[in-house]
């Protein structure tokens, strides 16, 4: 049963315009929550995460908002540029504090229209 | 640059044969893990280890395995392979306790195709 759901695989966007990718959650013990980023033919990196007493981190374009009540997390990127067309997944700590690895959403493809 | 290096970056292997995926990390993470990427399935977790001597089992640990004889290497096995291990495999490492964001850190991934 996949604790972290990404129900968009792909996602496109005009250059400039907003992008919010949305992830759901099932485990309302998670302690924080990861946002990666992978471009085709390289390994998944880090983007930004949040913990799971806040609502919201903000880093530059990136802006990650938690509702625990709906157990929801989105990702906006504003304004959207062409390198941000990836694959991003959402993820969460396994069982164990996250020591035993994360569990990761099936990711969504974002398209960034010129 | 320091980091994870993987080899080989792709492979294409006969079904039955063995083979060994390696991985190697220069950055003292005393964790590390194995993920296989395949098309609308996401990052799936294989096998991990949180510390040298010591592994555990995933999401989808059948027809692999895994040692962890120092910090620096982990290696992954497919003893006879199968095609539906066709897929992208990544290593990735972190440092535990968990110092801040608790992230992993990434290989570039090793293609492995299985005829």
């Known amino acids: 049963d996949q604790q972290v759901k990404q129900n968009s695989p792909s996602l496109s966007v005009q250059e400039g315009r907003i992008s919010i990718l949305n992830c759901d959650y099932t485990?309302?013990?998670?302690?924080?929550f990861l946002w990666y980023k992978k471009y085709p033919a390289e390994g998944p990196t880090f983007l930004i995460s949040?913990?799971?007493?806040?609502d919201k981190n903000e880093d530059g374009r990136f802006t990650v908002f938690l509702n625990k009540s709906a157990k929801h997390l989105s990702l906006h990127i504003v304004p959207s540029q062409p390198g941000d067309s990836a694959v991003y997944f959402c993820?969460?700590?396994?069982?164990?504090?996250?020591?035993?690895?994360?569990?990761f959403g099936k990711g969504t493809h974002l398209i960034i229209q010129p | 640059i320091a980091g994870i290096t993987q080899a080989p970056t792709s492979q294409i292997l006969a079904a039955g044969r063995r083979m060994t995926l390696r991985c190697t990390q220069d950055m003292r993470h005393n964790a590390m893990y194995w993920y296989r990427q395949d098309l609308g399935l996401g990052l799936r977790l294989i096998h991990y280890?949180?510390?040298?001597?010591?592994?555990g089992k995933g999401e989808v640990p059948d027809g692999y395995s895994v040692s962890r004889a120092n910090t620096d290497d982990f290696p992954l096995t497919l003893a006879s392979a199968v095609p539906s291990q066709t897929s992208v495999y990544f290593c990735a490492s972190s440092d535990l306790p968990h110092q801040g964001t608790g992230e992993l850190f990434f290989g570039e991934g090793s293609r492995l195709t299985v005829l």
């Open positions: 280890s949180n510390t040298a001597g010591t592994t």
């Open positions: 949040i913990s799971s007493i806040k």
């Open positions: 993820a969460a700590p396994r069982p164990g504090g996250g020591a035993d690895g994360l569990t």
């Open positions: 485990n309302s013990m998670f302690d924080y």
